[in-house]
């Protein structure tokens, strides 16, 4: 039985070491945004948010279809934050920005977490799911 190697690359600093089409399988949970507003470190997404989240993390697809095989899946995991007491748009943007970046969405899946925790505000209901978009 033929079996195909794990690549695990940890970061898109060393995405560029991978040989084109060598990954069948990108699965990705990206860092929560505005989760670290003092970050300077130009490849870490956390000190973003919004819109502008969006955009920085959007410059790292080219590497990712890059490496990606033609009849390979990427499947990006997300959550959204809670930014200035509301939730933020950019698990609605992320999708369209893989899409605008040449991928089509396959299927989305609910990840539902039954012990979720509770949002620290009393205005909003727990978040009990995260999104995967399988494309």
């Known amino acids: 039985?033929?079996?195909?190697p794990t690549i695990v690359v940890g970061s898109s600093e060393r995405m560029p070491?991978?040989?084109?089409?060598a990954a069948r399988l990108i699965l990705e949970?990206?860092?929560y945004e505005a989760m670290h507003p003092c970050c300077q470190d130009p490849v870490c997404l956390s000190g973003y948010q919004g819109e502008?989240?969006?955009e920085e993390f959007s410059k790292f697809l080219a590497e990712r279809l890059r490496i990606l095989a033609d009849d390979?899946?990427?499947v990006l995991n997300f959550n959204p934050q809670v930014i200035d007491g509301f939730i933020s748009p950019a698990e609605y943007r992320l999708p369209a920005a893989v899409t605008a970046a040449g991928l089509a969405?396959?299927?989305t899946h609910l990840w539902v977490k039954p012990n979720a925790m509770p949002f620290a505000s009393d205005k909003r209901l727990k978040s009990s799911s995260e999104f995967f978009w399988h494309f």
């Open 17 to 21: 070491d991978v040989v084109d089409g």
């Open 105 to 107: 969405l396959a299927q």
């Open 52 to 54: 502008r989240f969006v």
């Open 1 to 4: 039985m033929r079996t195909n």
């Open 29 to 31: 949970s990206i860092p």
């Open 72 to 74: 390979g899946s990427y």
